[in-house]
């Protein structure tokens, strides 16, 4: 364990579960980071605290829903007030309605959109708000492969995903205008293992699962961890994500046909859902869930295609030590042959 001398402070929205769960986890634990923890449920905050606690980080409640730009903006100025200046904004609270969109009432669009949308929008701000008199700081904003290729099934959360990505090119374009020190990177994510699918509201015949491969979210936290200690404008986490990002862009129209015979059985599992679970979509579910969902049997704990892009310039290097030394022996050989 290795802590910094002068703990960064870290604000993680929807870090009570998943992800975000993960996440304030790993940054407890590999650096002592002091974390404010922003979500709805009040169980699973304070389970969230113990564990910062527990690995050697501090943590604050911060108890609100994004959606209410005004909460989030009274969260970052405790935050401040604290823990001190926020080096590092992560966006992670998501929700979703598992349903086709005929049967997703307007409302439910406009819910999710407040959330993993709005509420992005709403955490920017905020940091920007206390970042740019310092002309410093990294927002985070956690993404998906759903950014760029839209699935059956959750065109609400697909959606939202689509607009974040349209206000970071944004976002860059400003920040490079402004010439500002600020860092702003977008993490695009696979299939995980977390709770979402137990708690998003769904109008699904089966339970609903993510389409394998599946992650484990502490491969998402890994890759949010390097993101927030790099200049990068976008990461890619898990080979599935490069296909269906590289794919869409090069074949749109087959993704249609392919998730069109294929997306709707795939995100669903042989068991018969319950329609009367509670959902997560207005209110907070109570408990405390954790970072994981049920599908650890099924769950991939690394992915290659990540580590090799963390260590991209390490690679980079051994392959040009390896092309020469290859071209080396082979004019050796050519030499010795004459």
């Excluded at 009570?16 to 169980?43: F, K, S």
């Excluded at 708000?129 to 099934?153: C, D, E, T």
Aim: hydrophobic content about 40%.
């Amino acid at each position: 364990m290795h802590h910094q001398q002068k703990p960064r402070v870290i604000v993680i929205t929807g870090a009570t579960a998943g992800v975000g769960r993960a996440t304030a986890r790993m940054l407890a634990e590999t650096e002592g980071a002091h974390i404010g923890l922003l979500a709805r449920g009040r169980d699973a905050l304070e389970g969230t605290k113990r564990d910062v606690e527990a690995r050697g980080g501090k943590a604050i409640i911060l108890q609100c829903d994004i959606a209410d730009a005004d909460a989030v903006e009274a969260a970052a100025e405790r935050v401040e007030r604290e823990l001190g200046a926020i080096d590092v904004w992560i966006n992670v609270a998501m929700t979703s309605v598992f349903a086709f969109i005929k049967d997703t009432t307007p409302n439910e669009f406009k819910r999710v959109t407040e959330v993993c949308y709005l509420g992005y929008v709403h955490g920017t701000l905020a940091a920007l708000k206390r970042m740019r008199p310092r002309n410093r700081g990294h927002i985070i904003q956690v993404g998906s492969a759903l950014a760029y290729r839209g699935i059956p099934l959750q065109a609400a959360y697909c959606a939202s995903k689509h607009a974040i990505q349209g206000f970071m090119d944004s976002l860059q374009a400003e920040l490079i205008y402004e010439k500002s020190r600020i860092v702003a990177t977008m993490v695009q994510m696979p299939a995980l293992n977390t709770p979402q699918f137990d708690w998003c509201k769904s109008r699904l015949s089966n339970r609903a699962q993510p389409v394998p491969p599946i992650f484990q979210p502490e491969v998402a936290a890994r890759a949010i961890v390097f993101a927030s200690k790099s200049s990068r404008r976008e990461i890619y986490v898990g080979l599935p994500t490069v296909i269906a990002i590289i794919g869409n862009k090069l074949f749109p129209r087959l993704g249609d046909l392919y998730l069109g015979r294929t997306g709707v059985q795939g995100q669903q599992t042989n068991e018969k859902a319950d329609p009367t679970r509670p959902n997560n979509l207005y209110e907070p579910v109570g408990g405390d869930p954790g970072a994981h969902g049920r599908f650890d049997a099924r769950a991939r704990s690394s992915s290659l295609q990540l580590a090799l892009d963390m260590n991209r310039g390490r690679v980079a290097a051994g392959l040009l030590a390896a092309t020469a030394g290859l071209l080396g022996a082979l004019a050796l050989t050519a030499r010795s042959n004459k």
